[in-house]
């Protein structure tokens, strides 16, 4: 059974940086993509950053030139590296694996927040 278990996240003052990491277990054979969405208070689930089995990588408008997304195949584990954060990337940040077929597996999420 494909799992996902993420780490990183926190606390930082705005303009600083954070590194998120998920790490995948798991057959994951049929890989379509993987990424980041990030949920803030009252707000729905949003699309942050996406890297395809190809390497193919799309960011949200919001975060462009300020995320990176990449992954490292032999660890099976996908990084969202953060810069110039914001107070409005405060969001609780879900990495996901998407496949060829079947449904998505989520990560448990993990709390990012940019202090003002």
């Known amino acids: 059974q494909v799992q996902l278990v993420q780490s990183g996240g926190g606390l930082v003052q705005a303009g600083g940086s954070l590194r998120l990491s998920c790490a995948v277990t798991g057959n994951i054979d049929s890989l379509n993509a993987m990424g980041w969405y990030r949920q803030a208070p009252g707000k729905q689930r949003e699309s942050v950053a996406t890297?395809?089995?190809?390497?193919?990588?799309n960011y949200a408008d919001f975060v462009k030139g300020r995320f990176t997304i990449s992954r490292d195949n032999a660890k099976n584990t996908v990084y969202l590296q953060m810069s110039s954060l914001e107070p409005e990337d405060t969001a609780v940040y879900y990495c996901?694996?998407?496949?060829?077929?079947?449904?998505?597996?989520w990560g448990q999420g993990t709390q990012v927040t940019v202090s003002s």
């Open positions: 996901f694996i998407s496949f060829l077929w079947g449904a998505p597996r």
């Open positions: 890297i395809t089995a190809d390497g193919a990588t």
